[in-house]
């Protein structure tokens, strides 16, 4: 009987509420509209909402349709409407406004980082606040956590309001410990030891350098590189059926230990029985056939196969096919565990490119860009030339990502735009630092530099050097086009002081003040000559210390010189990376010749060749050589003798300390120069596949000799070792560690432990 009763009441109630509101609501004109309880919102903001104007009838529809609308704005908490007098009153209660954001407890992240997050959710300073947004956010702030391995992390939010209807919204976090991977265990392997499988994986246990690369914190998206990576490694050496069952991963209870378990079937190992080409093959077959990476008798590899295919495509890209199309048709024979492969060849429509657009160079000019481009604007699709393009725009080291699309132009089949999006990097630098190296010792640099003034992607720089042996003050300018064919012009000017009473070689110091300019010549997209003009005056100073045949230079031609000197170069790279090169070669070779007070001419060849052994091991392969004489009966300048040993030359020797010496054991540098080396280059165990760090096991060999001395191999000094290279936050570090294998006691200088750390700039 209760329960009736209050349903009936209810019923009554509803019924008169909505009588009330059709009788407030019968049709009316308004006369006037009236806005109350604005704080921050404009009057207008809620006109424009409203479905009725002064003068117009307004109706219970319309009532209805204006607290929708201005509920939608998420301006109000509560909106009503009332009419007096035929005025229609909007009576509103605004929302609060977020004064301000903090945050406390937070370690693992930077407060603009956890501001940029809140700023994608709508949680920012000066907007609405919406509640409903806060455990959206408190979700989102833990799953960062989750990301760095911080399982325990509790992520809590406190709302405080403040005066004139503001509130201010604080993050507290508990972070608790990182969450370590125990142990990966991958069960079903038995074609490759588990321990040579998970060398592959970026993540792993906790090791040595974990402590930088935390690739020991779980991350869903490292395990899911990490099982494709492992899925390719078994499809590349002939096992077509590897499947991955199943990957389970669990967290103890105090949320601090992770195990990951992966469970396999590699299936049975396949060989490749046959492979054709079909289709319709608009390049000569036998052209095509050259592409086809995979042969039939070899071992089955997707890599190889997806190499076929792709150069395939290329190939027809580069005669204006853009969309060719190359797919690999499969016929397995499980008895024989063979397979043969059918490429079908799809060459599509030849296009043209209608238009080139350029995109996200905010800061750079669009003829810059525009200049590096070897796809032009009308002519056919070029696949090459477009990837040449990119390329050549990401050498300008302008941008930190370069992108390119294809894109179909609408009702012209035949024509294509071809978009490059850009990513702009700050490309000036402030730099002040400090730095050690074996042959400096404690350096103190500094630099000024712009390699893109005004967007121009003209080259300046300013050089403030402060070194024991080398003091260096220099401004230098490049413009890459100083002309529309690509020659390129600069300038230096610098003042320079060496100090060499530190060094293995003989005591003596120079003052230089000189200046030239530079121009240089493209050849080709890989190679270019250079020329160079250049003026220097130097002032020399010996001491008692110094050697007898340094005396006498200056007994004989005085201490001040002015002379100037002419040069010619040529330069190739053809490298993949400047930074982490893995194929490719470097080359450089220079011919400078001096007249005035000093008169030589001085010659050096260097060039280095990589080659991939594997995907983490890389060989390379270099030298040294360089060659300088006198002029006009005139001696060399013992300042301009070649010197060896050390740090990017013969390592395990003191620097600059092997060839001839003096009855003192002062190294008087020489004449020729003949050094090399060969490394094989890899990732730092514990690693993964970091770019920023790689070992090295090396052999060096070199040596300098007199002008009186004859050239032999068997002088050559060598050594083996091995070096880090790191580009750590503090700077480029380089330490080697080496055995020399043949110094002559009582005549070489042996350092086995080198170190270089920081940038002289």
Do not use: C
């Amino acid at each position: 009987m209760r329960i009736r009763f209050l349903a009936a009441a209810a019923l009554i109630l509803l019924a008169l509420a909505q009588a009330a509101v059709a009788q407030t609501f019968l049709p009316f004109t308004v006369k006037d509209i009236r806005v109350e309880g604005l704080q921050r919102t404009e009057p207008g903001t809620v006109f424009s909402y409203l479905p009725v104007k002064v003068g117009e009838l307004m109706t219970e529809e319309k009532a209805q349709q204006a607290l929708r609308a201005l509920f939608a704005t998420g301006f109000f908490r509560d909106v009503r409407l009332e009419v007096e007098n035929d005025v229609l009153v909007v009576l509103v209660e605004e929302r609060p406004s977020i004064a301000q954001l903090d945050f406390s407890g937070f370690k693992e992240f930077d407060n603009e980082v956890l501001r940029k997050v809140l700023r994608e959710l709508g949680l920012v300073e000066g907007r609405t606040f919406d509640r409903s947004l806060l455990d959206t956010a408190q979700q989102e702030i833990k799953r960062q956590y989750l990301s760095r391995g911080l399982y325990a992390a509790q992520v809590q939010s406190t709302v405080t309001p403040l005066e004139r209807n503001r509130v201010g919204i604080n993050f507290t976090v508990t972070e608790g410990g990182v969450a370590k991977i125990r142990s990966i265990n991958i069960v079903g392997a038995q074609a490759f030891s588990e321990r040579s499988l998970l060398e592959l994986f970026m993540l792993r246990t906790p090791g040595w350098i974990t402590w930088y690369t935390k690739h020991d914190r779980y991350s869903r998206q490292k395990l899911t590189a990490d099982i494709e990576t492992l899925r390719s490694h078994y499809q590349n050496r002939g096992y077509l059926d590897f499947n991955v069952d199943s990957t389970q991963v669990s967290i103890t209870p105090d949320r601090r230990d992770i195990y990951i378990r992966i469970n396999i079937s590699e299936g049975e190992k396949y060989s490749v029985s046959d492979v054709q080409l079909a289709g319709q093959m608009l390049v000569p077959k036998p052209e095509l056939e050259k592409l086809v990476k995979i042969r039939a008798g070899e071992v089955f590899s997707r890599e190889r196969l997806v190499e076929s295919t792709k150069a395939i495509a290329d190939r027809l890209g580069n005669e204006g096919h853009a969309f060719a199309n190359a797919s690999a048709v499969p016929q397995v024979d499980k008895e024989k565990r063979t397979v043969a492969f059918t490429i079908v060849i799809d060459p599509g429509r030849r296009v043209y490119v209608r238009r080139i657009n350029v995109a996200g160079n905010t800061q750079t000019r669009d003829e810059v860009v525009r200049r590096e481009m070897r796809q032009l604007e009308g002519a056919y699709y070029d696949a090459s030339k477009i990837q040449l393009s990119k390329s050549r725009i990401d050498r300008t080291e302008y941008f930190k990502d370069v992108n390119v699309e294809t894109v179909p132009v609408a009702q012209n089949p035949d024509q294509v735009d071809v978009s490059f999006t850009v990513e702009e990097k700050p490309t000036g630098a402030f730099m002040l630092g400090a730095g050690f190296s074996s042959v400096d010792r404690v350096v103190v640099s500094g630099s000024v530099s712009q390699s893109n003034v005004f967007g121009s992607g003209k080259f300046i720089s300013a050089q403030v050097n402060s070194g024991k042996v080398n003091a260096i003050y220099a401004l230098s300018y490049l413009d890459p086009y100083f002309t529309v064919d690509g020659i390129s012009q600069g300038f230096d000017a610098y003042h320079r002081k060496t100090n060499a009473s530190s060094l293995a070689i003989g005591s003596y110091t120079t003052n230089t003040l000189g200046s030239g300019i530079k121009l240089g010549y493209p050849l080709s997209e890989k190679d270019s000559i250079n020329f160079g003009l250049n003026a220097e005056k130097v002032k020399l100073e010996t001491n008692p210390s110094s050697p007898v045949s340094y005396i006498n230079f200056v007994n004989q031609f005085g201490n001040n010189y002015s002379y100037a000197t002419a040069t010619i170069g040529w330069a190739g790279d053809t490298r993949d990376s400047a930074l982490i090169p893995t194929r490719g070669y470097t080359a450089r070779t220079s011919l400078e010749l001096a007249g005035g007070d000093l008169q030589f001419y001085r010659g050096s060849l260097a060039a280095q060749w990589f080659h991939p052994l594997t995907r983490s091991f890389t060989f390379a392969l270099g030298g040294d050589f360089g060659y300088v004489n006198g002029l006009g009966n005139k001696p060399v300048p013992f300042f301009k003798n070649f010197y060896a040993g050390g740090p990017g030359s013969v390592r395990g020797y003191r620097p600059l300390s092997l060839g001839p010496q003096d009855a003192s054991r002062n190294v008087l540098g020489g004449t020729r120069k003949l050094s090399g080396g060969a490394e094989v280059l890899f990732p730092v165990p514990g690693a993964g596949l970091d770019r920023t760090m790689r070992l090295a096991a090396f052999l060096d060999a070199g040596q300098t000799y007199g002008k009186t001395e004859k050239f032999s191999i068997s002088d050559l000094r060598y050594a083996t070792g091995v070096a880090l290279a790191w580009n750590s936050p503090l700077g480029p570090l380089k330490i080697s560690i080496a055995q020399p294998l043949n110094d002559k006691t009582g005549f070489d200088r042996v350092e086995r432990l080198q170190l270089t750390i920081g940038s002289t700039f």
